[in-house]
């Protein structure tokens, strides 16, 4: 099968949006964490719901509008998303791993919502410490 060139533009988008959820549980805080993951996987299974409401709904519909009212359903949401994610900060792991220290202690004071310089420098050489033995490992295997 070959690939389209839409195809090869799209597909890195999709899969950024589908690593959403797990970059956000990476960014905040052990005690938010729990509530905010659990919160992905409920609405998870409240978006099902709605997506089989909306298809029963539609099945009684006559001509196109029984493929075309569940599918015009699905459009805002992503928009919305792409939207938004433009105001999500990013990653401190990142950003270290580029070299952006200063960037990096900057977005972990604001995703902990502290200005202790003692908790942030134990942040950051935590971050450090892993990066470094990731690559280290990348490098011996």
């Known amino acids: 099968m070959m690939f389209q060139r839409s195809q090869t533009v799209v ?3 999709v899969t ?8 956000f549980s990476q960014r905040i805080g052990a005690v938010c964490r729990r509530i905010l993951v659990s919160l ?3 609405m998870t299974a409240v978006g099902f719901c709605i997506a089989n409401l909306a298809r029963y ?4 519909s006559v001509g196109d509008a029984q493929w075309r009212i569940p599918l015009a359903m699905q459009i805002p949401v992503p928009f919305i998303l792409m939207f938004a994610v433009l105001f999500v900060p990013f990653s401190p ?3 270290v791993r580029k070299g952006r220290h200063e960037e990096a202690r900057r977005v972990l004071s604001l995703l902990h919502d502290t200005e202790s310089e ?3 420098e134990q942040e950051l050489l935590q971050i450090q410490q892993q990066i ?3 690559v280290s ?5």
């Open 11 to 13: 597909a890195p988008i």
């Open 16 to 23: 950024r949006y589908i690593q959403l959820g797990q970059d």
């Open 40 to 42: 992905q996987g409920l």
């Open 132 to 134: 470094e033995l990731e």
């Open 137 to 141: 490992a990348e490098t011996s295997s």
């Open 93 to 95: 792991r990142w950003l």
């Open 57 to 60: 709904g539609s099945a009684f």
């Open 118 to 120: 003692i908790f942030i």
